[in-house]
């Protein structure tokens, strides 16, 4: 069966959206929308795993559809949507639910970070979470899905899944001529990698990914933060005495001159290699500067505009709805095939 290359990628709404969600994810999504049919999702209800503040969320959702729009991702060109706009998310992913294994669940290291030892007292949903992602995936019958190292496993787990339910429901499919040539009603849905992965450190400790949850607002840049403030983090981002070296090699052992030039290399579309071509030998007085100027002009014109879309949230929530509606056109009819093939009286 002869599936629509189809692009399908999510970000949960927890608020404070930063530079690593943006090199990291955001900015990857951008031009797949001139080669591929581009669904983007604020997965609201992925964040309800854990606790939320309604408010909050609803103020989180908001923001990572301003950074999607201000990003230069078109709503008219994708589609921009919250998951609980579109029903069926959850209803397959109960489908899945049974599908899916106990033990596949529990070999899944995110549920192993995020629960430690407080296992029993998580929500079911944080231990169902994959499979819900599982759902979000093939509701779209999405080809490809942009992904970091952090989500391979649970990739790995969505092709599972969509074996077993092809498998389990072969008979049927073939049967109502939803399988094609192949008998797949499900893709193996396959990881899109966008080049190397940009993997963004805090700018206090470079041995420690940038995240919302440290407490030092010196530790990431926000992307709604104006330019003084970008360019302050920056100046202040901590580094070591020597001078930056003339080769990759030299960056060893670094971790915060590594990241920094990581940083520079990712805004500046070019390698590591290109970057220490002009600035090895040279001072954190040269090179921090420059960086500086740099992320004000790569990140200021985008923290400008989403302060203006999130000013005006009737303008996002009207982008989501309709994004909703679009998405619910293409996942509707699938659902009608899930149901008629595990047998559901309609």
């Not at 998310?89 to 639910?97: K, S």
């Not at 995020?114 to 093939?138: C, F, H, Q, R």
């Not at 990739?155 to 498998?167: G, M, P, V």
């Not at 403030?229 to 100046?235: C, F, M, N, S, V």
């Amino acid at each position: 069966m002869a599936f629509t290359p189809r692009v399908f990628s999510g970000i949960q709404p927890s608020g404070d959206l930063h530079l690593g969600n943006y090199l990291g994810a955001i900015r990857r999504f951008v031009p797949l929308q001139d080669t591929h049919e581009t669904l983007y999702c604020v997965v609201d209800m992925h964040a309800i795993t854990v606790w939320q503040e309604p408010e909050a969320l609803r103020r989180a959702t908001r923001e990572v559809a301003a950074a999607f729009i201000a990003a230069g991702i078109d709503p008219k060109r994708s589609i921009i949507f919250n998951q609980s706009q579109v029903a069926e998310h959850a209803e397959l992913a109960w489908v899945f639910n049974c599908i899916a294994r106990i033990g596949w669940m529990n070999r899944m290291t995110q549920f192993k970070d995020k629960a430690g030892k407080n296992s029993e007292n998580v929500s079911l949903g944080l231990l169902a979470y994959p499979s819900l992602m599982a759902a979000d995936i093939l509701l779209y019958k999405a080809t490809q899905v942009p992904v970091g190292d952090d989500q391979k496993q649970h990739l790995e787990l969505t092709r599972d899944i969509a074996a077993k339910f092809n498998n389990d429901y072969a008979q049927t499919i073939k049967a109502l001529g939803l399988g094609g040539d192949t008998g797949e009603f499900f893709p193996m849905t396959d990881p899109l990698i966008a080049g190397p992965a940009t993997r963004i450190m805090s700018l206090r400790d470079g041995t420690k990914k940038m995240s919302k949850s440290d407490p030092s607002d010196q530790s990431r840049i926000s992307l709604l933060d104006d330019a003084d403030a970008i360019a302050k983090k920056i100046r202040r981002a901590t580094t070591d005495p020597a001078e930056l070296p003339e080769t990759v090699e030299g960056l060893a052992g670094r971790p915060e001159a590594d990241n920094l030039v990581g940083i520079y290399a990712a805004l500046s579309d070019r390698s590591k290699p290109e970057v220490l071509a002009e600035f090895g030998g040279k001072g954190w007085g040269v090179f921090k500067p420059a960086l500086a100027d740099l992320a004000v002009s790569v990140l200021s014109p985008m923290s400008t505009r989403m302060r203006e879309l999130l000013d005006d949230p009737e303008t996002i929530d009207g982008v989501l709805r309709d994004g909703g509606a679009r998405a619910r056109a293409i996942a509707a009819p699938i659902m009608d095939e899930v149901r008629r093939i595990v047998g559901f009286v309609r």
